[in-house]
Nanobody, 121 residues
Framework: QVQLVESGGGLVLPGGSLRLSCAAS????????MGWYRQAPGKQRELVAD???????NYADSVKGRFTISRENAKKTVYLRMSTLRPEDTAVYYC???????????????WGQGTQVTVSS
């Protein structure tokens, strides 16, 4: 079984910064794409950023220049550095990883439990 555990959310003032982390554990052979999504109240879950196994990144237009995604393959961990936060960044943030387990021939998507980020004065 594969588990993703997130950390780093919280309450921050507008203009502030936070760093989210998401670590995977379990019977993992390899991880392809790692990503961060968010879901605000009353809205659909949306992609924030993702990163391939070789470090190619992709960002939502709304966070370009403010957020940075990175990964440490040896630690099976993905990070999201968020800067210049705005109230509209308030949401539950979820990580997602495409994982190939030792006993599987294909990749499967796994999600973290979510961490709340609130940007408010």
């Amino acid at each position: 079984q594969v588990q993703l555990v997130e950390s780093g959310g919280g309450l921050v003032l507008p203009g502030g910064s936070l760093r989210l982390s998401c670590a995977a554990s379990g019977s993992i052979f390899t991880i392809s794409i790692m990503g961060w999504y968010r879901q605000a109240p009353g809205k659909q879950r949306e992609l924030v950023a993702d990163i391939t196994s070789i470090g190619t990144t992709n960002y939502a237009d709304s966070v370009k220049g403010r957020f940075t995604i990175s990964r440490e393959n040896a630690k099976k961990t993905v990070y999201l550095r968020m800067s210049t936060l705005r109230p509209e960044d308030t949401a539950v943030y979820y990580c997602k990883m495409q994982v190939k387990a030792y006993d599987s021939r294909t990749y499967s998507d796994y999600w973290g439990q979510g961490t709340q980020v609130t940007v408010s004065s």
